[in-house]
């Protein structure tokens, strides 16, 4: 699918939400990694020195969730303008910042996935990528893994959430009945967009060279009662830069 029509889909898809219905309260994996991060070290990764980035931001929610909790200040991009505009609408009138006298430090901008991050090197201490960059091909992820660790200081930590193809029966029967681009990657059948799903081995062999992985969560919901397929699998990483 060229990019203008995904990004018209995903603009679509915000505006009338058929097949996507995200909530606008922040991620509960997201929550558990705070408390992982304040068990861990405090307040030191969080709060108002701190900056993050939140790739593929969607409407926002768990950028605001940084800034409302722990004052953090930072930048959320999404391919779609739709998105982006939920994103501000919420951080303007949904979620006021109480307590931060200048009001909330969150940028947030309509941008490609495959861009750059425009930030400059070793300036956050988080980087969030939920859901986001399986919808992209081995040679992106590289490259945006590459720009993740420029952006993020020594020490600096990316929560990765993604889906899991280890025990999926559902990711099976899509990978098999409708083939992807590249090998992992299915064309989903409503959506008409290719989107990869991890094996555990490949997310560690991806990552372990230049992150010490401290977590590795996952779900759980994937098999109904009597053994069939259920809900989509997925995984929630904590990830350290090494220094």
Request: charged share 30%; glycine share 6%.
């Amino acid at each position: 699918m060229p990019r203008k029509k995904k990004k018209d889909f995903w603009n679509k898809e915000y505006a009338q939400a058929t097949h996507l219905a995200l909530s606008e309260e922040h991620s509960e994996d997201l929550e558990k990694f705070t408390r992982f991060l304040q068990r861990k070290s405090g307040k030191e990764f969080l709060n108002v020195t701190r900056r993050f980035v939140d790739i593929g931001c969607g409407n926002g929610r768990n950028s605001i969730f940084l800034a409302r909790e722990f004052g953090m200040h930072g930048l959320g991009y999404d391919a779609s303008r739709e998105a982006i505009a939920q994103a501000r609408t919420l951080l303007n009138t949904r979620h006021p910042m109480s307590g931060v006298k200048e009001g909330p430090q969150i940028e947030f901008a309509v941008r490609d996935l495959r861009a750059p991050i425009p930030l400059p090197d070793a300036s956050v201490t988080i980087a969030l990528d939920m859901m986001a960059s399986h919808v992209l091909k081995r040679a992106e992820r590289e490259a945006l893994r590459a720009e993740i660790l420029r952006a993020l200081k020594p020490g600096g930590w990316l929560f990765f959430k993604t889906f899991l193809r280890d025990g999926d029966k559902n990711a099976e029967e899509l990978l098999r009945e409708f083939p992807g681009p590249e090998e992992g990657m299915y064309i989903h059948p409503e959506i008409k967009k290719a989107e990869y799903v991890w094996w555990e081995r490949d997310i560690y062999s991806f990552f372990e060279p230049y992150f010490t992985v401290h977590k590795f969560e996952r779900s759980h919901k994937h098999i109904n009662k009597r053994g069939g397929a259920w809900k989509r699998r997925t995984a929630s990483v904590y990830l350290e830069k090494r220094s």
